[in-house]
């Protein structure tokens, strides 16, 4: 597949360039950027044809499939266009920042028959597979509750750049930027929320939130907790899963107690296999594999879960997702 790049504008984006390159069989051949400047500097590094005009490079018959990489907020355009003239689409979380926005690309997609990829990067990784396969084993009994923290220091760190405090680029800050990750893995884990309740706060005094939690509420009682931010260090990203069998502890390893061990914490044992990122399974044509999605429906699932967090940090109540 012959791959143009949209926007160098996500952090993400020479990372999916170099993944594209190194681990299949497509080709990166175009690049276009919202900035031109930056657009044409990296169009020279990877040797690939830049384009200033955007539907000028949908109408290049070579191209197959675009990275969307740009500002959130121009997602939802440049989604449509592409998948209008004939492109497959692979997209950076979110997919949109209304839900609104995320069924009409859905209604496009249906219309033109075919689906997109969204980057829901941890549901490939071996050790949140396991958590997946211990739940629908049975071997946690029922799932009462579940955690996942997942942090890093960019703002007091610096090192983000600054247009990801930018809210309206981006719809909000750690939360719906970072935390996406504890957000997808919890509805893949738990199912679909009924109800969301959030905290966020400013710890660097930036436009948007860098410190944040949402409660979440699931069907039989179950809680789950998002956790996020831009302004912690030394600490890895945890996921605990308490069942009425047995719990899992995901932090530096994987462990777990449950019937099998006797009630005593083990280090589990021969993880599934690590799927490919889905950028990767994308250029290959090997989405939903082994189960695993990451189509539009599970966008729109994101888009609903961040609309109602953020607006119940807004209203200060519990909201529905």
């Given at each position: 597949?012959?791959?143009?790049?949209?926007?160098?504008?996500?952090?993400?984006?020479?990372?999916?360039?170099?993944?594209?390159?190194?681990?299949?069989?497509?080709?990166?051949?175009?690049?276009?950027?919202?900035?031109?400047?930056?657009?044409?500097?990296?169009?020279?590094?990877?040797?690939?044809?830049?384009?200033?005009?955007?539907?000028?490079?949908?109408?290049?018959?070579?191209?197959?499939?675009?990275?969307?990489?740009?500002?959130?907020?121009?997602?939802?355009?440049?989604?449509?266009?592409?998948?209008?003239?004939?492109?497959?689409?692979?997209?950076?979380?979110?997919?949109?920042?209304?839900?609104?926005?995320?069924?009409?690309?859905?209604?496009?997609?249906?219309?033109?028959?075919?689906?997109?990829?969204?980057?829901?990067?941890?549901?490939?990784?071996?050790?949140?597979?396991?958590?997946?396969?211990?739940?629908?084993?049975?071997?946690?009994?029922?799932?009462?509750?579940?955690?996942?923290?997942?942090?890093?220091?960019?703002?007091?760190?610096?090192?983000?750049?600054?247009?990801?405090?930018?809210?309206?680029?981006?719809?909000?800050?750690?939360?719906?930027?970072?935390?996406?990750?504890?957000?997808?893995?919890?509805?893949?884990?738990?199912?679909?929320?009924?109800s969301v309740q959030s905290v966020f706060t400013?710890?660097?005094?930036?436009?948007?939130?860098?410190?944040?939690?949402?409660?979440?509420?699931?069907?039989?009682?179950?809680?789950?907790?998002?956790?996020?931010?831009?302004?912690?260090?030394?600490?890895?990203?945890?996921?605990?899963?308490?069942?009425?069998?047995?719990?899992?502890?995901?932090?530096?390893?994987?462990?777990?107690?449950?019937?099998?061990?006797?009630?005593?914490?083990?280090?589990?044992?021969?993880?599934?296999?690590?799927?490919?990122?889905?950028?990767?399974?994308?250029?290959?044509?090997?989405?939903?594999?082994?189960?695993?999605?990451?189509?539009?429906?599970?966008?729109?699932?994101?888009?609903?879960?961040?609309?109602?967090?953020?607006?119940?940090?807004?209203?200060?109540?519990?909201?529905?997702?």
């Amino acid at each position: 597949m012959n791959i143009a790049v949209i926007s160098y504008w996500h952090v993400h984006a020479e990372g999916y360039t170099k993944e594209i390159i190194e681990k299949t069989d497509s080709r990166i051949t175009a690049v276009w950027d919202e900035d031109a400047e930056r657009g044409a500097k990296y169009a020279g590094q990877f040797q690939v044809k830049f384009y200033a005009d955007y539907d000028e490079l949908l109408s290049d018959k070579n191209i197959d499939g675009v990275i969307i990489t740009a500002p959130t907020s121009m997602h939802k355009e440049l989604i449509l266009k592409a998948v209008k003239a004939g492109k497959k689409v692979f997209s950076e979380k979110v997919l949109a920042l209304t839900v609104s926005d995320c069924l009409e690309i859905k209604d496009t997609l249906v219309r033109h028959n075919t689906d997109i990829v969204l980057s829901l990067v941890k549901k490939c990784d071996s050790e949140f597979l396991f958590a997946k396969q211990m739940i629908q084993s049975g071997a946690l009994g029922q799932i009462t509750y579940a955690r996942m923290r997942n942090v890093h220091n960019g703002s007091i760190g610096n090192w983000l750049p600054a247009h990801f405090y930018d809210k309206e680029q981006c719809g909000g800050g750690a939360m719906i930027d970072l935390g996406a990750h504890p957000m997808y893995l919890l509805n893949w884990l738990l199912g679909e929320p009924k109800s969301v309740q959030s905290v966020f706060t400013e710890i660097t005094g930036r436009e948007v939130e860098d410190n944040a939690v949402s409660l979440l509420e699931f069907e039989k009682g179950i809680i789950g907790v998002s956790e996020t931010g831009f302004v912690s260090v030394y600490n890895p990203a945890t996921l605990e899963i308490s069942g009425t069998k047995g719990s899992i502890l995901i932090r530096d390893g994987v462990w777990y107690a449950a019937e099998e061990t006797g009630g005593k914490w083990e280090a589990a044992k021969n993880l599934p296999e690590a799927l490919p990122s889905p950028v990767v399974l994308w250029a290959n044509g090997e989405t939903n594999k082994q189960g695993v999605t990451f189509g539009i429906d599970d966008a729109i699932m994101l888009t609903r879960m961040m609309e109602a967090a953020y607006k119940s940090c807004v209203s200060g109540k519990k909201e529905p997702v």
